[in-house]
């Protein structure tokens, strides 16, 4: 009697600050793809965030929630060395984002990086579809720092977040 097939599982990790609906799609199709997806939170001291690394999740999980493929996916915060995480989570592929030919020289540095660290574990490159390829976290915190309409953009909990961040500064 066969065993139970193996979930194919992939991490798509980022500092996601704020997430976006160019994230969002990428998650979507990448459930197509893969059984099951940690959507994985960098804590990332290096970067300055917006956003606290505990509310970047909480981001995450409010945006999510109610998706039809909310079940296959699982939003956690991680701080290393992805590669370290995708041999802990069992993964096998890393799923990155590529939204033009510049994205491509530092995420193929980074895939072989991982690869040299995790042998068995593939990067997997998505494209956004068209609609989102100009969009970046930092186009969505420039436009509302300078009171550009961000509907559209970002899910709509995150778009509070931003202004009530904006309101408190």
Known sequence: MPGKPKKRRAIY????DPVTNGHISLIERATHLFDELFVAVAQNTSKGTWFEFEDRIQLIEQSLKNRKYNNHVKVI????????????????????GLRAVSDFEFEFQMAL???????????????????????SSTIVKDVARHG?????????PVKRAIQKRLMTK
Do not use: C, H, Q
């Open 148 to 156: 550009g309409d961000i509907s559209g953009l970002v899910p709509a």
């Open 77 to 96: 915060g991680f701080s290393g060395l992805l590669a370290d995480l995708a041999v802990e989570l069992n993964a096998k592929a890393i799923v990155r």
């Open 13 to 16: 990790a980022g500092t996601f």
């Open 113 to 135: 990086m991982n690869r040299k660290l995790a042998r068995d574990i593939e990067t997997v490159f998505l494209m956004p579809s068209l609609s989102w390829v100009y969009l």
